[in-house]
């Protein structure tokens, strides 16, 4: 069932699996994606935790961002969320755009915080990459939101995925056509800007933290992966062999297992 919750002008949709007393997974999705790319993961999580999966502003069936898009305003969309939920604190799970989220949410309100997974999310890309990212959010600003797709499949997907699954690039690419536009826009300066505001956090980020991305993720690289989890001291690191940036989407167990096992360690279900 979908809920709604409104914050400012618009609202956001959201929807709840789990046991009602069991502790609460927040899930964030990525840009031009929406919560429905979570469902191996509820299948995987929701029974052993609560789990909430929202849209982002734009995205999916949210309404349009009501202000200027930042991280700051994705961040109060979740903890708008978790209000609505009836959760004071949560797991923070974000991928992409999610991961970058996820930190500035545990910058701001830590205590709303029990730990992040922080997957296939960007960091301090050096002057050659930021650069790169930032045209891309110039082209879709000045081109349209579609603009920059057919290059990005390519970046996400293995091809021998590609090639067998042309069914999950079209569904991809439905939930991006039906992304408002100028959210997208506006969302895709923040995934190309934001990042600055996350590099070397003081003070720290002072929770458990599990950071992931693919060996061949080129955007949010096995090397930004380190150099987060560098930053908390705490943090574990996990590189999945083979894949991209989507490859959440080829092969979610590998994603879904280790995370569970993580959580399950945090939570004493794993001993």
């Known amino acids: 069932m979908t809920l709604k919750t409104p914050l400012g002008s618009s609202h956001t949709a959201y929807e709840v699996h789990g046991p009602a007393d069991a502790e609460p997974i927040i899930l964030i999705h990525g840009l031009g994606l929406c919560r429905a790319m979570w469902q191996p993961f509820i299948d995987a999580l929701a029974g052993p935790f609560r789990v909430i999966a929202h849209d982002l502003f734009g995205h999916g069936e949210s309404g349009p961002a009501p202000e200027q ?10 903890t708008d969320v978790m209000d609505a939920a009836g959760a004071d604190c949560a797991h923070i799970i974000g991928f992409s755009i999610g991961g970058m989220i996820n930190r500035r949410l545990v910058m701001d309100h830590p205590h709303r915080c029990l730990s992040l997974v922080i997957m296939n999310s960007p960091h301090d890309r050096g002057d050659k990459g930021q650069e790169m ?69 003081e003070p720290p980020i002072n929770r458990p933290m599990l950071v992931m991305t693919g060996a061949g993720d080129t955007g949010s690289t096995p090397g930004m992966a380190a150099m987060i989890a560098a930053e908390t001291g705490a943090a574990e690191q996990l590189i999945i062999p083979e894949h991209q940036h989507l490859g959440v989407m080829e092969q979610p167990a590998l994603y879904t297992a280790p995370i569970l096992n993580f959580l399950n360690r945090l939570t004493g279900k794993g001993s």
């Not at 898009?69 to 109060?76: C, I, M, Q």
């Not at 000045?142 to 699954?165: C, Y």
């Open 133 to 201: 990212v930032e045209n891309r959010a110039s082209k879709v600003a000045a081109e349209g939101k579609m603009t920059t797709l057919p290059d990005a499949l390519i970046r996400w997907f293995t091809p021998g995925f590609r090639a067998a699954s042309p069914e999950t690039l079209d569904q991809v690419r439905q939930w991006r056509e039906e992304t408002d536009d100028e959210s997208y826009a506006g969302t895709a300066w923040v995934l190309a800007h934001g990042v600055r505001e996350l590099i070397a956090p």
């Open 69 to 78: 898009p930042s991280l700051d305003l994705f961040a109060r969309q979740v």
